[in-house]
């Protein structure tokens, strides 16, 4: 349910992003182990940061560098 909230925001402020994993709760047997996660351009990092901060979950967030091995 919080990727659902989380993309309802991006898709409201027309943040464009991704989903990814959407599709592993099928080979897990829907137990929740592998979390889904969700992607944004780098040109609008800061916008869905400031936008899921202001929602209250901004304890969520997480920071992946690109070229990183």
Do not use: F, N
Not at 7 to 24: F, N, Q, T, Y
């Amino acid at each position: 349910m919080l990727v659902s909230a989380i993309e309802a925001l991006l898709k409201g402020a027309s943040i464009p992003h991704v989903v990814l994993d959407k599709k592993m709760s099928v080979m897990e047997g829907s137990l929740g182990i592998l979390p889904r996660r969700m992607l944004v351009a780098e040109d609008h990092d800061q916008q869905a940061r400031g936008l899921l901060a202001e929602a209250g979950l901004g304890h969520e967030l997480r920071l992946v560098r690109t070229g990183e091995p």
